[in-house]
């Protein structure tokens, strides 16, 4: 066993109450979005075709990336918010949310536009809890970037080595690494491993 598995089972052993400071996901974290990305895509594709931009090809989340090269970032942005907003009005709340408001310093850092995740915590009754929220359009990079998750903590006052990461997919755990901050799994969430 390498020295990084025995501190990363070392932390996966650490009860989250035992950091300073717990950063949550939103969607199939907190809450599930009630967004068809599909159709996203789809309203995203005819934001570029109508700009003559080819985005053939290109999923949702290489399109930010191609939005920003061609200078339609806002334009993209606006109507993946636009349906992120209308999905967080119709989430479902999570049993992770539950663990909400217990601890010191709570975050959340998401892909999620923060309009969305703001009118999230606002339907589930959690806004109150989370000290610091940033999204996919508060800084200029987006997970797996660790700066998210590094602005959130110093949002929250905290140092990364005291702090955790709770998501559910393989992004999470890679943006939780670069970060260095100690990552949880949240079981079964529907974004995967």
């Not at 930010?64 to 993209?76: C, E, G, H, K, Y």
């Not at 109150?128 to 590094?150: N, S």
């Not at 943006?175 to 260095?180: L, P, V, W």
């Amino acid at each position: 066993m390498t020295d990084g598995s025995r501190a990363a089972e070392t932390e996966t052993a650490r009860p989250l109450e035992a950091f300073d400071a717990v950063v949550w996901d939103l969607d199939g974290t907190l809450v599930h979005l009630q967004v068809d990305w599909d159709v996203v895509t789809r309203d995203v594709a005819d934001v570029f075709e109508a700009a003559g931009v080819d985005a053939a090809g290109v999923d949702l989340w290489g399109m930010l990336d191609l939005a920003d090269q061609s200078d339609l970032r806002d334009d993209i942005e606006t109507v993946i918010g636009e349906h992120e907003d209308t999905g967080a009005r119709r989430s479902a709340r999570l049993p992770h949310a539950d663990a909400v408001g217990q601890f010191d310093a709570e975050g959340v850092c998401s892909l999620n536009c923060e309009r969305a995740c703001r009118t999230a915590l606002d339907v589930h009754d959690l806004a109150r809890d989370v000290d610091a929220v940033v999204g996919r359009d508060t800084v200029a990079t987006r997970k797996p970037d660790p700066e998210p998750l590094l602005e959130t903590l110093r949002r929250l006052g905290a140092d990364p080595s005291g702090a955790v990461f709770v998501g559910d997919s393989r992004r999470d755990a890679l943006t939780a690494e670069r970060a260095g901050v100690a990552f949880r799994y949240v079981p079964g969430g529907p974004s995967g491993h």
